[in-house]
């Protein structure tokens, strides 16, 4: 077997073009690097140096070996983190998310069960199915059913978003909105909102949207403003509570795209470490 700082010496020496440069990227001496090719090249039965009096480069083996030394090395990396991450999901349950409902609500669950882990970011959908395979989450909850053959897609409950809007528009009199009477309308929304983005900047192809990095920005806003503004029915377990708003009214949204189908996603492999989530998940989850 081949050791992983060999391959590291001939991808270093086949980026930097010279042995003075690569021994100095390694922190090792010239000797040093010199013999570490040797074996590699004894190890592997073929001379992958041109050794001349003033000059070394790599023949075409040479050059071949150390492409393919740059993928071993990067499938070694990607072996350790797989493995690393698998163990610390058999430590504590890592939740992930692509929306940040659904996130809230495990956060609130967490406070009483210190097992609970929360990925810190919100996970795009080309995301999903890798942070799952990889082991960097167990549980994953999405707007999507992921259809791997490998993961098992539960629905749990479903996020309903609804509007904040002032007391004196005239929608505030109704029990409920459709999207399209929000038109050229402004909001103020938290920049992180995963899908949510996409479906009311299409659903209000004319509104205004002046996102927010931070929620206590957000806060200060509405405090300080009659611009509407988004919640859904997870909000409530939120850990940056929303302000007392006396000057809004908070109405459903009556579009189907405003009612979004939650899935708890994880490899088949772990339902027994899972299940008990899933069904805290479900027992917590807001009644419509």
Request: charged share 15%; hydrophobic share 40%.
């Amino acid at each position: 077997m081949l050791d992983n700082y060999l391959l590291q010496e001939l991808v270093t020496f086949a980026e930097t073009g010279t042995l003075a440069a690569a021994a100095d990227q390694l922190h090792v001496t010239q000797p040093t690097l010199t013999r570490g090719m040797q074996k590699l090249e004894a190890e592997l039965g073929v001379t992958l140096f041109d050794r001349q009096p003033n000059r070394i480069q790599l023949t075409l083996t040479g050059q071949f070996a150390a492409k393919q030394a740059v993928q071993l090395i990067a499938a070694n990396q990607q072996l350790t983190s797989q493995v690393r991450n698998f163990a610390l999901t058999q430590q504590a349950l890592t939740v992930g998310a692509s929306l940040p409902g659904p996130l809230q609500l495990v956060q609130h669950l967490a406070i009483a069960d210190h097992t609970l882990k929360i990925w810190p970011q919100l996970l795009t959908a080309d995301q999903l199915t890798t942070a799952l395979k990889q082991h960097k989450v167990s549980l994953l909850l999405s707007n999507q059913a992921l259809t791997d053959h490998t993961i098992t897609a539960e629905p749990i409950g479903t996020e309903d978003l609804s509007v904040n809007l002032s007391k004196f528009m005239y929608q505030a009199n109704q029990v409920a909105v459709n999207f399209s009477e929000l038109n050229d309308l402004s909001f103020i929304v938290l920049h992180e909102i995963g899908p949510w983005r996409a479906i009311v900047q299409q659903a209000i192809p004319t509104a205004k949207f002046f996102y927010q990095e931070q929620p206590e920005a957000l806060s200060e806003i509405i405090q300080n403003s009659d611009f509407p503004y988004f919640t859904t029915n997870l909000s409530r377990f939120s850990t940056e509570t929303l302000p007392a708003d006396e000057r809004r009214i908070c109405l459903p949204i009556s579009d189907a795209s405003a009612h979004q189908p939650i899935y708890a996603n994880y490899l088949t492999t772990a339902s027994t470490r899972v299940r008990p989530l899933i069904k805290r998940l479900r027992q917590t989850w807001p009644k419509s």
